[in-house]
């Protein structure tokens, strides 16, 4: 059927409530939004009249309408999803006639629908949506309002099965929402309340669970009440689970059924989390009996990793609820089994169930397997931390009498951990789903969490007892080298196992077992033929050495064969090797320094020598990402030297070929500026750079000697690179700054501010820095960046003064009004318009703000008045802003700032700063605090609204922060004044919150501004009320809650003030002490 498009007329009579509301045309309306039928402005047009339609206040009054005479599935929809926001939003300023109207109407829906099975089946989601909308009502209403709601639904239990099972998921929709989902829906209060209305009123919902569970033989009725009963049971008083016959139930009717064996097992998952030591018979008979009826479903002898592969899904799903079953059950309760003998042989049959659960393949089931060995494993060990074996003299692990309990079992785990080893973050040659070997570009970030846990458990087994994990591993490299179970994954799993145990065993043991694992993988490299063989092992090699940095240490001979085998896989050209060849050397190279600067037993050099000697020989094949590597690797060895002039002499020879490639480009272009247009030329000098800052974060200060070298020349081709893109951009446009060579100019200018910046960060003389390096940068930079139009302008220079300051600190100080001067204004005219453009200047130019503001904060009282305005104002309009991490330094930015001013400042200055921009600070600071797209950042926001509240109350603030001509008393102080502006505010902004909500609200922000947590808490539950209108019913219990805690908050906050003499001024003391009373304490 043809949709018939609605014209604007038509549209505007969806908004007209003084007429029949014309359901056909909202009918049109939806299908044409959501069938993109008509022109776009048309669509836009008719989507803004259904979003007004929406948040009409009268716009509940036509949902009986839509659902009754609507043709169209949407428009019901449509309708609910107007009902449910008036009962969020607008709920109490109904009417009470309006919102019993709109519960009879919700209520009655339900039944109708719900009471017959078939219909219930056919409009399920609609019902699902009435389920939802009358728990959102039971959320406003119950108990106070609706007292009787839990013994009417449990009555009408009794009248129609199918409604009973509609009521079992409203009353299980209810537990979520209260027990789990209210935290910033509702106030702490009114969550606290409805749990104790639950817990109190629960005895008529257990009493229908237990007659269905009982007398049922409906089976949807029973899933649905068991599903029901484990949303209750993490909250019901104990006694209705171990003190009535509810899980023998359970176990011994309906554990064997397989229809509801999923639940049950969920259920019993649930209440084996329960901490209780007092029902521990009860768990003891809990868990022989599953046990019992486990062994019926699933026999001992079962493999299940092929039952779970050939089952049906909820046969696998069945398996994944065991696992957490044992898992949970053993966690809380398996002390009480391991101290009972006659329960050790249960005990060690559920183990062996977690076993062979563990092998079955699927990651979220051996997630769950894992996290349980892990924790066992770390238990075992952290019971006797010296109870370990000594396998080097051959003696006995000696075992505690738990360690034996679980000896067996701890064998098959390892076996388990080995075979199936997730791969490191290091490993880089992977195989992918088409069996080839290739390199990995994108990250695993599930597989490098799992090899994290992977490996501290297989460290602990370890630590459990040496000689079996050898012993595995052992037979496995074995396995590998016969060919018995070759394959790439097999290796792979070992290999990944045995590097994530280095320092694990003793470092005897440790030497014996890794010289022979290298020797058979060098072994097995010479005999597997084929690129694709050799790339896996090279890359299992590379790994394992990289991950023992201590045998390597204590081993030179054998550390120098491992650097000379690196040395030949950077030659190799299979993807992946180079890289993790590079990779494997930084890390050998950061964890063994010293050994390569100093002269080793039969060497007439030190290696760092040899390496440098033959430098172009051995990054030749490497390209420019791993030659940089190569650089930061070898700068950690240089590193390592103390002598200065020894230090200085490896410096030079390192940078000798870049450097050498720079003065032959450099001097070339003294002579033909042109060279430095050439797109080859520029590529090379950004690489040389790039290397430059590589070696310069490895080796630190000492790397001055380069950077003193090339440090005019670098800031004269800062300069000249400027110009060149100025010119560009003058002549041909801004478009040119797309085009690829002033792209690569740009970079060059970028990475020399990186190299500069990440020296004077290593820095060790700030004075030098400050004197030498500091007045040239500024010159070369400043003048360029100001010059600069808007889209050339570089953000690295923010981000590199930021970088700078931070470092030097107010060794800078002198300098802050020239970077100020240059870099601020011209920046902020960038950032200003909109929240979008320039969002790396956005972020640099807060960062600088934030290392002024830490470090040199006195330079601010040394600019004129209007620039300091524009400071307050740039960290305002900072807080507001949409980026995340730019509000999130713009709070940073304001909290230190009002902390300096306090601790810094002047007298005069100071007071002059609270008496200007304290109260417009606080509305800012309120205005974010209420947006709900700023909601993430609420614990900043409290803590700088606590410590502005708290300055006030301590008297820190002496100037008056009001204009005496603008309020009724002249007199007042600071406090009261603020209680009342601050409620005045509140009121205008949010008309709906009644006085006795504000009162308490604003005399919150004074009582707790001591405790942070409860000054957020409190904040919180402000931010939930302001999210929904309230009308008359003003005295919700938890108001009166909040009001006595608000009470006692301010009386130990005074008797803490009164226990230290001169806190509290003479006039607010009690009359009975007088001043020789206050004196005498």
Partial sequence: MAIILPNEDEAKRLLDFNQKFPVDILDRTLASVNMCIGELPQRQYLQKVLDELKQHPHSWTVVEAILELSTYDHSKYFALQILEYVIQTRWKVLPPQQRQGIKDFTVGQIIKISSDTELSEKQRTFLNKMNIILVQILKKEWPKNWPT???????????????????????????EDVFEFSLGQMTQGKIKHLKDSMCNEFSEVYAICQHIMETSQNPQLICTTLNTLLRFLSWIPLGYIFETNLINTMIYKFLNVPLFRNSTLKCLTEISGIKATQYEGQFIELFTSTLANLKQILPLSINIKEAYGNGTNDEQYFIQNLSLFLHTFLSEHGDVLEGKVDLHTPLLEALHYLVLISEVEETEIFKICLEYWNT??????????????????????????????????LSKVRYIMISRMAKPEEVLVVENEHGEVVREFMKDTDAINMYKSMRETLVYLTHLDYTDIERIMTEKLQNQVNGSEWSWKNLNTLCWAIGSISGAMHEEGEKRFLVAVIKDLLGLCEVKRGKDNKAIIASNIMYI????????????KFLKTVVNKLFEFMHETHDGVQDMACDTFIKIAQKCRPHFIQVQSAEVMPFIETILNDLSSIICDLQPQQVQTFYEAVGYMISAQSDKVVMERLVEKLMSLPNSSWDTILNEASKN?????????????????????????????????????????????????????????????????????IKTMRAIKKEILKLISKWIERSRDPNTVCDNFIPPLMNAVLGDYQRSVPAAREPEVLNSFAVIINRLENHIMAHIPLIFTASFQCTLNMINKDFEEFPEHRVNFYLLLQAITRHTFEAYFHIPPDEFSLVINSIIWGIKHTMRNVSDTALDILQTFLENVQTQAADNAKQGFYQTFYISLLQHVFSVLTDSSHAAELNKQAKILAYMFRIVENGKVTVPLYDPNNVSNPNVDNRSYLLEFIGGLLKQAYPHLLDSQIRIIVKGLFDLNEDTNAFREHLRDFLVQIKEYCGEDVSDLFLNERETELAKAEEEKRNRQMAVPGILNPHELPDKQDNRDYYAM
């Fill in 149 to 175: 709601f839990i013994s009417d639904i449990c009555r009408s239990c009794r009248t129609n099965q199918s409604l009973c099972q509609n009521n079992l998921i409203i009353l299980k929709l209810l537990s």
């Fill in 545 to 556: 050495v990289g991950q023992y940095p201590r045998f390597l240490r204590a081993h030179w």
């Fill in 376 to 409: 066992l494993a770390a238990d075992l060990y952290r019971e006797s931390p010296l109870a370990t074996a000594s396998p080097i003299l051959g003696l006995p692990t000696h075992q505690t009498p738990r360690r034996q309990l679980y000896q067996s079992v």
């Fill in 673 to 741: 500026p042109d060279i430095l247009k050439d797109s080859e030329n520029l590529k090379t000098l950004y690489s040389i750079l790039k290397t430059n800052a590589r070696a310069c974060k490895s080796i630190g200060h000492d790397f001055i000697v380069q950077l003193r070298r090339n440090y005019l020349e670098m800031l004269n081709l800062y300069s000249t690179l400027g110009d060149n893109i100025l010119s560009c951009v003058a002549t041909r446009g801004e478009l040119v700054l797309k085009e690829p060579i």
